[in-house]
């Protein structure tokens, strides 16, 4: 592995999204991540099928590629025995169990930084480890609620809505992995390891910075806005003749770039539109009479004509769009890896690049156990030994 986190272990005793994401971008960044899955069965991803490669979940496949796997049952006292050991020889831990429950099989905090007072302990929740709520789950869906994001999702007036992707889980990792950098960056003065803990909810809260930044200052509750932007104007999608695209009016000097490249210069004359407070206030009656000039012509043209003007403007692409797009190959976003049972198969690349530590995507998402024996070996276990824990249930190799 390659990468500016070259040389240190991660031990991943998280599964789905929240705690895996992490592990890949660590794992990206050249961590060398361990993915202890439990048994039987493994990851719960593992059981995503529809869609899949080869028989394989295309969903596991995704988030666990650059690590490497072994399949143990911690409910044995020989499969809790490998973890121990393998957590005596880590830098980091992520885990995404309700609370208490490692804990009770003798993985809690206080056991680990006993056994390595070196140890980054990262704990991704439903709530956080604090607070009346700490002992809940969580779920994406159910922090997208919770923060207020399905409150301000979607067109005025419409039903709740969530975000298209699983937001709070994906942004909870982004946090967790920078959690775990900065505490492996104070670990270099300080010699301990720490608790890293964050939670959907807070990832979900996170993302209301403008929103919340309104309720603090009127105390009213801000509304869904579809595509629109809630403090300027011109600021969101548009019909054309043959799609949609996206305007991005941000600022007086792109609105009166936005109303010549349309050829309605006459709307910056018109007391409605004068100012961006003017046009937030009287947004719908200046909507339809951009949309209607849009409408005229396909998306290409509209998207040279305001690029020429300089504005903010963009296509709205479907997800196969996108990746065929030649700036997102050009940033190495679609990656090939080759996988023991599906072949050939994409992934999304890393979305940090690093000038002199370049990260790589060189390994598959492992099969349940594809690394169980290596792992092992590097522990001091002999293949006898090996063998009879396999042999008892404790651990299990690739079919």
Same mark, same amino acid.
């Given at each position: 592995?390659?990468?500016?986190?070259?040389?240190?272990?991660?031990?991943?005793?998280?599964?789905?999204?929240?705690?895996?994401?992490?592990?890949?971008?660590?794992?990206?960044?050249?961590?060398?991540?361990?993915?202890?899955?439990?048994?039987?069965?493994?990851?719960?991803?593992?059981?995503?099928?529809?869609?899949?490669?080869?028989?394989?979940?295309?969903?596991?496949?995704?988030?666990?590629?650059?690590?490497?796997?072994?399949?143990?049952?911690?409910?044995?006292?020989?499969?809790?025995?490998?973890?121990?050991?393998?957590?005596?020889?880590?830098?980091?831990?992520?885990?995404?169990?309700?609370?208490?429950?490692?804990?009770?099989?003798?993985?809690?905090?206080?056991?680990?930084?006993?056994?390595?007072?070196?140890?980054?302990?990262?704990?991704?929740?439903?709530?956080?480890?604090?607070?009346?709520?700490?002992?809940?789950?969580?779920?994406?869906?159910?922090?997208?609620?919770?923060?207020?994001?399905?409150?301000?999702?979607?067109?005025?007036?419409?039903?709740?809505?969530?975000?298209?992707?699983?937001?709070?889980?994906?942004?909870?990792?982004?946090?967790?992995?920078?959690?775990?950098?900065?505490?492996?960056?104070?670990?270099?003065?300080?010699?301990?390891?720490?608790?890293?803990?964050?939670?959907?909810?807070?990832?979900?809260?996170?993302?209301?910075?403008?929103?919340?930044?309104?309720?603090?200052?009127?105390?009213?509750?801000?509304?869904?806005?579809?595509?629109?932007?809630?403090?300027?104007?011109?600021?969101?999608?548009?019909?054309?003749?043959?799609?949609?695209?996206?305007?991005?009016?941000?600022?007086?000097?792109?609105?009166?770039?936005?109303?010549?490249?349309?050829?309605?210069?006459?709307?910056?004359?018109?007391?409605?539109?004068?100012?961006?407070?003017?046009?937030?206030?009287?947004?719908?009656?200046? /909507? #339809?009479?951009?949309?209607? =000039?849009?409408?005229?012509?396909?998306?290409? $043209?509209?998207?040279?004509? !305001?690029? &020429?003007? +300089?504005?903010?403007?963009?296509?709205?692409?479907?997800?196969?769009?996108?990746?065929?797009?030649?700036?997102?190959?050009?940033?190495?976003?679609?990656?090939?890896?080759?996988?023991?049972?599906?072949?050939?198969?994409?992934?999304?690349?890393?979305?940090?690049?690093?000038?002199? /530590? #370049?990260?790589?995507?060189? =390994?598959?998402?492992?099969?349940?156990?594809? $690394?169980?024996?290596?792992? !092992?070996? &590097?522990? +001091?276990?002999?293949?006898?030994?090996?063998?009879?824990?396999?042999?008892?249930?404790?651990?299990?190799?690739?079919?």
């Amino acid at each position: 592995m390659s990468g500016p986190l070259q040389g240190t272990r991660v031990v991943e005793l998280a599964q789905i999204m929240a705690g895996p994401t992490c592990g890949m971008l660590l794992a990206d960044m050249g961590a060398d991540v361990i993915k202890v899955e439990k048994l039987p069965g493994g990851d719960d991803t593992r059981s995503y099928t529809r869609p899949s490669i080869g028989g394989e979940s295309a969903a596991f496949m995704m988030l666990n590629r650059n690590k490497r796997g072994i399949a143990v049952n911690l409910k044995t006292a020989g499969g809790l025995e490998v973890v121990k050991k393998l957590l005596a020889t880590a830098d980091v831990v992520t885990e995404n169990y309700r609370k208490g429950t490692l804990d009770k099989l003798g993985l809690g905090w206080d056991v680990l930084q006993a056994l390595n007072p070196r140890l980054v302990y990262c704990v991704v929740s439903g709530y956080g480890r604090t607070g009346p709520y700490a002992d809940k789950g969580g779920f994406d869906l159910i922090a997208q609620g919770f923060s207020g994001l399905m409150s301000i999702t979607g067109e005025p007036g419409g039903a709740p809505v969530k975000s298209g992707s699983p937001i709070a889980d994906i942004n909870a990792d982004i946090f967790a992995a920078l959690g775990v950098v900065s505490a492996l960056h104070a670990r270099n003065t300080s010699g301990r390891g720490q608790m890293v803990d964050t939670s959907l909810m807070e990832a979900a809260i996170q993302q209301t910075y403008w929103q919340s930044a309104i309720y603090f200052a009127t105390g009213e509750n801000p509304q869904p806005t579809g595509s629109a932007h809630i403090l300027t104007a011109p600021y969101q999608a548009f019909p054309t003749a043959d799609g949609w695209i996206n305007v991005g009016g941000a600022n007086q000097a792109n609105w009166e770039r936005i109303a010549k490249a349309i050829g309605r210069e006459d709307l910056l004359a018109d007391p409605r539109f004068r100012t961006n407070g003017d046009r937030m206030q009287h947004l719908a009656e200046l /909507t #339809p009479l951009i949309a209607e =000039r849009m409408q005229s012509r396909p998306s290409a $043209h509209w998207i040279r004509e !305001l690029e &020429s003007a +300089g504005v903010p403007v963009g296509p709205i692409n479907r997800i196969g769009d996108m990746l065929a797009d030649p700036q997102v190959v050009a940033r190495d976003m679609v990656v090939e890896v080759d996988h023991p049972k599906a072949g050939r198969t994409k992934a999304l690349g890393m979305p940090v690049k690093f000038s002199d /530590t #370049p990260c790589a995507v060189t =390994r598959a998402s492992p099969l349940l156990g594809q $690394h169980t024996d290596e792992i !092992l070996g &590097s522990l +001091g276990y002999t293949p006898a030994q090996i063998d009879a824990l396999c042999a008892s249930g404790a651990v299990a190799r690739a079919a």
